[in-house]
C-alpha cells in the first residue's frame, strides 16, 4: 500500500491534469439538488441518472484506469474498483431507458429535510477540504472522485427506495462503509470521508428499513 503522501501526491496530480472538470461536475450536481427540491420528476430524474452515469464511467476509467491508476498501490486494485464503478455506470445508463429508478424527496418531514441536509453535506466535501487547508487542486469534488461521488448517489438511492437499483445500492455501500474507518481516514488523513462513512450507515439503515417492510 501506498503512503499517505504518496496518496495526496496522486490525488493532487490527477487534480491538475483534468481541471477544470471538477467545476463541471460540481454545479451540476448543485443543480441537480436544486432541482429535487424545488420540482422533482420524471426529468430531473432522467437527468440525474444521466450525470450518475457519466460521473461513475468517469471515475472507473479517467480516475482508476487511468490517472490515478496508482491509488491503489502496485497491485490490480485499480482494476478491481475501476470495474466495479464501471458496473454502477452502466447500471445507471440501462435505467435511462427502463426508467425504474426515479428520485423525489421523502414525504415524511423529518426525513424529507435529513435527505436534503444529507445532500448538502455531501456539496459540502470540497468546503472541508478548503478549511482542511487543502489547495484547490487536492480538493474532493463529487463527480470527479470516487468518495464524494458515492456518498451524492447514495442519497440520491434513498429518495428512489423502494424502487432504486439494488446491485448499485449494495456496491456502493460495499465502499462507502469499510473504507473510511481502516483506510481513508487512518491511513490517508482523508478526513471529508466522514461525510461518505455518515452517508453509508443512513443509506443502509433505509435500505434495512425498507426490505423489512417488503418482508412483513
Not at 435529513?114 to 472541508?128: E, N
Request: glycine share 8%; proline share 6%.
Amino acid at each position: 500500500m501506498i503512503t499517505a503522501e504518496q496518496w495526496w501526491r496522486i490525488v493532487k496530480a490527477y487534480g491538475a491534469q483534468i481541471w477544470p472538470a471538477q467545476i463541471v461536475f460540481y454545479t451540476a450536481a448543485v443543480l441537480l439538488t436544486g432541482w429535487l427540491f424545488l420540482k422533482p420528476g420524471r426529468v430531473h430524474s432522467w437527468f440525474a441518472k444521466l450525470y450518475l452515469s457519466i460521473a461513475f464511467a468517469w471515475n472507473s476509467i479517467v480516475f482508476f484506469l487511468t490517472l490515478a491508476k496508482g491509488i491503489t498501490g502496485n497491485s490490480y486494485g485499480n482494476y478491481f474498483f475501476g470495474g466495479i464503478f464501471g458496473i454502477v455506470a452502466i447500471l445507471f445508463a440501462v435505467d435511462l431507458f427502463s426508467g425504474k429508478m426515479q428520485f423525489a424527496l421523502p414525504e415524511i418531514k423529518g426525513r424529507r429535510y435529513t435527505t436534503l441536509a444529507f445532500l448538502l453535506l455531501v456539496l459540502c466535501y470540497p468546503l472541508l477540504g478548503i478549511a482542511l487547508g487543502r489547495g484547490l487542486k487536492d480538493l474532493l469534488v463529487p463527480g470527479v472522485i470516487p468518495c464524494p461521488t458515492t456518498a451524492f448517489s447514495l442519497i440520491l438511492l434513498t429518495t428512489a427506495l423502494p424502487h432504486a437499483n439494488k446491485l448499485a445500492y449494495m456496491l456502493l455501500l460495499l465502499w462507502a462503509i469499510p473504507f473510511p474507518p481502516i483506510f481513508q481516514i487512518p491511513k490517508y488523513g482523508v478526513y471529508e470521508d466522514v461525510i461518505m462513512f455518515a452517508s453509508g450507515i443512513y443509506s443502509l439503515i433505509l435500505l434495512m428499513r425498507h426490505w423489512k417492510s417488503e418482508t412483513d
